[in-house]
């Protein structure tokens, strides 16, 4: 039923007095039982789960701690760990976008009712579109609707110029994946998911992205994957055959648009904005690019002791942060 791996993960954690990796290995284990077959034990062992979260509130198994924030050994450099408190609402997003993310969540915290019917939750996310209009923020929201770190990877650290090197730490992060239950992103992966017939590209890269086809593959755990790249057109297109779903992220329309700059400017008045005036200075805009010119304006109005966003510093905030097209 359990694997090697999940009952050293169960030990490990135990010793560390580690309750959120103890009861995350043992819903693993559930998840691995319900694949298997074994509807009762798993949902045994769901309601057992539950019960010890339940108990954990005010008699603690073991202490909070969790030791993945700081990866050590082969993990060590290879991630940047946090634990994302960003929830879905706290996003701007279109309407289809949103509900795509609501189903990632949904089918996630379902994955025993799935398992038990032969089925089996979205788990390999490709998240594509331009620079600074949710790709990275949608991780930290899925990460932080479901409990999870949020893991993402460095390539800076994982690419190496030693032929084989970066196809072992790759190997090594699946591996983690297995036994660390959470969101691991590869953000910018077009470095190394670029199309493997270009005549530009490495051959040690070919081989990198040819081992991250295989693991991706072959990957059974529990953990959320995600890929996210500013470059569709330059990805190979073998990667979308093995995600289980592609999401396709676009620049802000004007309703959007007025919807980010009123959530970030919700402690001043707005009230005298000239609308007209503010969305067609943000036409064009990502959504990181807005949140950053709001928060311009709301500074000039802080250091000019005013509760009041006027249009004119918004409106100059937007254009001097507006990119070249």
Same mark, same amino acid.
């Given at each position: 039923? %359990?694997?090697?791996?999940? =009952?050293?993960?169960?030990?490990?954690?135990?010793?560390?007095?580690? /309750?959120?990796?103890?009861l995350?290995?043992?819903?693993?284990?559930?998840a691995?039982?319900?694949?298997?077959?074994?509807t009762?034990?798993?949902?045994?062992?769901?309601?057992?789960?539950?019960?010890?979260?339940?108990?954990?509130?005010?008699?603690?198994?073991?202490?909070?701690?969790?030791?993945?924030?700081?990866?050590?050994?082969?993990l060590?450099?290879?991630?940047?760990?946090?634990?994302p408190?960003?929830?879905?609402?706290?996003?701007?997003?279109?309407?289809?976008?949103?509900?795509?993310?609501?189903?990632?969540?949904?089918?996630?915290?379902? /994955?025993?009712?799935?398992?038990?019917?032969?089925? /089996?939750?979205?788990?390999?996310?490709? =998240?594509? *579109?331009?620079?600074?209009?949710?790709?990275?923020?949608? %991780?930290?929201t899925?990460? *932080?609707?479901?409990?999870?770190?949020?893991?993402?990877?460095?390539?800076?650290?994982?690419?190496?110029?030693?032929?084989?090197?970066? %196809?072992?730490?790759?190997?090594?992060?699946?591996?983690?994946?297995?036994?660390?239950?959470?969101?691991?992103?590869?953000?910018?992966?077009?470095?190394?998911?670029?199309?493997?017939?270009?005549?530009?590209?490495? *051959?040690?890269?070919?081989?990198?992205?040819?081992?991250?086809?295989?693991?991706?593959?072959?990957?059974?755990?529990?953990?959320?994957?995600?890929?996210?790249?500013?470059?569709?057109?330059?990805?190979?297109?073998?990667?979308?055959?093995?995600?289980?779903?592609?999401?396709?992220?676009?620049?802000?329309?004007?309703?959007?648009?007025?919807?980010?700059i009123?959530?970030?400017?919700?402690?001043?008045?707005?009230?005298?904005?000239?609308?007209?005036?503010?969305l067609?200075?943000?036409?064009?805009?990502?959504? /990181?690019?807005?949140?950053?010119?709001?928060?311009?304006?709301?500074k000039?109005?802080?250091?000019?002791?005013?509760?009041?966003?006027?249009? %004119?510093?918004?409106?100059?905030? =937007?254009?001097?942060?507006?990119r070249p097209?």
């Amino acid at each position: 039923m %359990a694997t090697a791996q999940q =009952l050293k993960a169960l030990i490990e954690s135990y010793t560390e007095h580690n /309750a959120d990796r103890f009861l995350s290995v043992a819903s693993q284990i559930a998840a691995h039982a319900a694949r298997a077959g074994k509807t009762k034990l798993a949902e045994e062992l769901r309601k057992l789960i539950e019960e010890a979260r339940r108990k954990q509130k005010t008699q603690p198994i073991l202490s909070k701690s969790i030791p993945i924030a700081h990866p050590t050994g082969d993990l060590s450099g290879l991630f940047s760990a946090v634990f994302p408190k960003t929830r879905l609402s706290d996003m701007v997003l279109d309407s289809e976008l949103e509900q795509r993310l609501k189903r990632v969540i949904l089918e996630y915290r379902q /994955a025993d009712r799935l398992y038990s019917h032969g089925l /089996a939750p979205r788990r390999k996310l490709l =998240l594509v *579109g331009p620079s600074g209009c949710g790709k990275s923020m949608s %991780a930290a929201t899925l990460a *932080g609707e479901l409990n999870l770190p949020l893991l993402t990877v460095q390539f800076h650290i994982l690419i190496t110029k030693f032929m084989g090197e970066t %196809a072992a730490k790759l190997r090594v992060i699946f591996e983690s994946m297995k036994q660390t239950r959470g969101v691991y992103l590869f953000d910018e992966f077009d470095a190394i998911g670029t199309h493997r017939h270009t005549g530009q590209d490495v *051959g040690e890269i070919r081989r990198v992205l040819n081992s991250f086809l295989v693991f991706l593959e072959q990957d059974e755990s529990d953990s959320i994957i995600i890929a996210a790249s500013n470059l569709e057109d330059f990805l190979d297109n073998a990667l979308f055959r093995r995600f289980d779903d592609t999401l396709r992220y676009n620049l802000p329309t004007s309703p959007m648009i007025r919807q980010l700059i009123e959530n970030r400017l919700s402690n001043f008045s707005i009230t005298r904005l000239s609308w007209k005036n503010i969305l067609e200075a943000a036409k064009h805009m990502t959504h /990181a690019d807005i949140v950053m010119a709001c928060e311009d304006a709301a500074k000039s109005s802080v250091l000019h002791e005013r509760k009041q966003i006027l249009t %004119a510093e918004l409106e100059q905030s =937007l254009v001097q942060r507006c990119r070249p097209k």
